[in-house]
C-alpha cells in the first residue's frame, strides 16, 4: 500500500482513540506523526490507580462485551492482560445486552435487607421497558421525547394489570425499586437524568456478545503496550492546544497550523481526538475559521455527563459472600424519580449501587460506587472527608448497623478534570443518527477548494454505536487513519512513495 511516508500528521490527544490512530499511521508507513498531549499521561479516560496496595480504575471500567468482534478484547488477549475466565469461549459466547447478571443485595432507607424476589417483578418490568426503549431507534413513532418519560408511563399503565391484588407496602417498594434503576441508568449511559436520554436514538448503542470483564493490572496495560510500539518521544505531554487553524478557502504550503502554548506546529492533517465534554466547552477557541453550523449543532445537541465512582474499603464485608451488586433502594421514592432536590443536603441519594470488586483474594474487601449527574458533579467540591463521612452515614443506615466504618474511600472527579469536562457521551433528547455522522465528518467539507482531510475527528462520542466505549474509541482511532491511509493510497502511484520535498 503507497502512503506518503512525508505527511505530517498531527493527533491531538493521547487517550486511547489518539493513539490508536497514531499506531495505525505509523505501522502504515507514515513517518511524520506527531501526538500533542494536555495532561502530564497518556490513557485519557483510561485511568488506573491505586487504594492501598489494590489496582483500582479510577476511569473506563469493563471490557464491555469480550468477543472476537470487540478489538480491546482481541489487544488485551494479545498482550496477556486477561485472567484465564475471560478467555473461556463460553464467556465469550454469554449475551447479557450490556447489563451483566450479577448477585445482588438490597437494602432499604429503613435497615432492611430485602429479598431478591422482593425487588424481582420491578427488574424484569424495567428490563422489559429498556428493551422496548431501544427498538424506537430503528422502527420510529416514539409515543415521548425521553427514556425516562416513556419508562414511568409505561410503568404506571402496566404496573395496574401486572401487580393486580398486590398491597400497598408491596407496591411502593417496587416503585421505590424503579427509581433505583433508573439512577442506574443514569450512570451507565453518563447522564443526569434519563429524562434528557433522547427515546428515539437511544437504540442507536449497540452491545457486543461476552461477559464483560476487567483487568487484573489495570487498563492501563493496553494504551501502555500499544504505547511501546511507537517510536519514542512522539508524544508531547503537558502540551494543550489552543487553537486549530485550518482553512476553507484555498490551497496553502501548510494547510493546518496547531497553535500550543510553547509553539504552533504545522501540518497537513490534524486528527482531533478531545472529549465531547471539551469540545462542548471550548469549540469557539479552538477552531478557526469556527466549526461549520451543522456540526456545531450536532456537538450542542449530543448529550455529555459525568459518571462518578467512589471506592470504598472495609476491614470485614457487611454483604453476602456470593454478592457481586449492592442496591441502595430509598422508601420514600415511590414516585420513580432519578435525580435530588435538594444536591447540597441529599446528593448521595444519586448513588445507585456498590459493585463488589472480585476476587475477594485478589482485592479484599473493596466495593466501588456509582453515581451520576449533577450530584456526581457537586461531590467532587466535597474533601475527601465529607465525602466518606457521608458514605459512612448511608451504609450504616441502610445496613441498620451503626459501627460499620470504611478504612479507606477514594473517589475520582470528571468533571472538573480541565480535560475531560465529564465522562461519556449518550444521544441526547432530538439527537439521531446524523449528528454522529455530523462528529465524525472531517474538515474541510467535500468539494472545498482547500485540501482535503485537514481536520479529522475521533473518539468514544465520534462513534454511531459504541459511544461511551473504549472499544468506540479505538475505532474511531482506527478509523480516522484508515481515512488518511486510503487518501494516500488513492492519490499515490501504486509502488511509489511521492515525497513533498
Known amino acids: ?25 505509523v505501522r502504515a508507513g507514515f513517518l511524520q506523526v506527531r501526538v500533542v498531549e494536555a495532561a502530564a499521561r497518556s490513557g485519557g479516560r483510561v485511568r488506573t490507580g491505586k487504594l492501598g496496595d489494590n489496582i483500582v480504575e479510577i476511569g473506563a471500567n469493563w471490557i464491555h462485551g469480550p468477543c472476537e468482534e470487540n478489538p480491546v478484547f482481541c489487544l488485551a488477549r494479545k498482550y496477556r492482560l486477561l485472567d484465564p475466565e475471560a478467555l473461556n469461549p463460553e464467556n465469550q459466547a454469554m449475551d447479557v445486552g450490556g447489563h451483566p447478571p450479577y448477585v445482588p443485595n438490597v437494602f432499604c432507607s429503613s435497615g432492611r435487607k430485602l429479598n431478591a424476589e422482593d425487588i424481582h417483578c420491578a427488574q424484569e418490568l424495567f428490563a422489559e421497558l429498556l428493551d422496548e426503549s431501544s427498538k424506537f431507534a430503528s422502527q420510529g413513532g416514539e409515543p415521548c421525547a425521553s427514556v425516562g418519560d416513556f419508562i414511568r408511563s409505561q410503568v404506571q399503565q402496566r ?12 407496591r411502593s417498594l417496587r416503585l421505590c425499586m424503579i427509581s433505583n434503576m433508573l439512577k442506574l441508568e443514569c450512570s451507565i449511559n453518563g447522564a ?6 433522547g427515546l428515539g436514538a437511544y437504540g442507536l448503542y449497540k452491545t457486543l456478545p461476552g461477559l464483560d470483564c476487567t483487568f487484573p493490572g489495570g487498563y492501563e496495560g493496553v494504551v501502555k503496550n500499544l504505547m511501546a510500539e511507537l517510536p519514542s518521544g512522539i508524544v508531547a505531554y503537558n502540551q494543550p492546544v489552543r487553537c486549530v487553524h485550518w482553512n476553507n478557502t484555498e490551497k496553502r504550503e501548510n494547510p493546518v497550523m496547531i497553535e500550543c502554548d510553547e509553539e504552533s506546529i504545522a501540518a497537513d492533517h490534524v486528527i482531533v481526538t478531545v472529549p465531547l465534554g471539551y469540545l462542548k466547552k471550548h469549540h469557539s477557541t479552538l477552531f478557526h475559521p469556527p466549526l461549520p453550523l451543522h456540526k456545531l449543532h450536532s456537538v450542542q445537541r449530543l448529550g455529555f ?17 456470593d454478592c457481586e451488586v449492592i442496591y441502595p433502594v430509598w422508601e420514600d421514592e ?5 435525580q435530588v432536590t435538594d444536591i447540597p443536603r441529599s446528593w448521595i441519594k444519586k448513588l445507585c449501587a456498590f459493585t463488589v470488586l472480585k476476587p475477594t483474594e485478589r482485592y479484599g474487601h473493596v466495593m466501588c460506587g ?14 475527601e472527608q465529607e465525602v466518606t463521612l457521608t458514605v459512612t452515614q448511608l451504609i450504616r443506615r441502610f445496613t441498620g448497623n451503626p459501627t460499620v466504618t470504611p478504612k479507606r474511600v477514594m473517589r475520582s472527579q470528571w468533571f472538573h478534570d480541565p480535560w475531560t469536562c465529564g465522562s461519556y457521551s449518550y444521544p441526547a433528547i432530538g439527537c439521531s443518527a446524523q449528528d454522529l455522522e455530523n462528529l465524525m465528518e472531517p474538515l474541510p467539507a467535500k468539494g472545498s477548494p482547500s485540501q482535503p482531510l485537514q481536520v479529522l475527528f ?3 462520542a465520534t462513534h454511531p454505536n459504541y459511544y461511551s466505549t473504549v472499544h468506540g474509541a479505538l475505532l474511531s482511532g482506527w478509523r480516522e487513519a ?16 511521492k515525497s513533498n520535498l
Open 305 to 321: 455527563g459525568t459518571n462518578n465512582k467512589i471506592f470504598v474499603e472495609f476491614d470485614s464485608p457487611w454483604w453476602d459472600a
Open 1 to 25: 500500500m503507497a502512503v506518503n511516508p512525508n505527511a505530517r500528521i498531527v493527533v491531538v490527544g493521547c487517550g486511547m482513540s489518539g493513539v490508536a490512530a497514531a499506531h495505525r499511521l
Open 159 to 170: 404496573a395496574a394489570e401486572k401487580w393486580k391484588g398486590v398491597d400497598a407496602a408491596t
Open 458 to 460: 475521533a473518539g468514544e
Open 370 to 383: 456509582w453515581i451520576a449527574g449533577h450530584e456526581s458533579e457537586y461531590m467532587e467540591t466535597l474533601s
Open 334 to 338: 415511590d414516585d420513580m424519580v432519578d
Open 192 to 197: 443526569h437524568s434519563m429524562d434528557e436520554v
Open 482 to 497: 484508515d481515512r488518511l491511509i486510503s487518501h494516500y493510497s488513492s492519490i499515490s502511484p501504486p509502488g511509489r512513495l
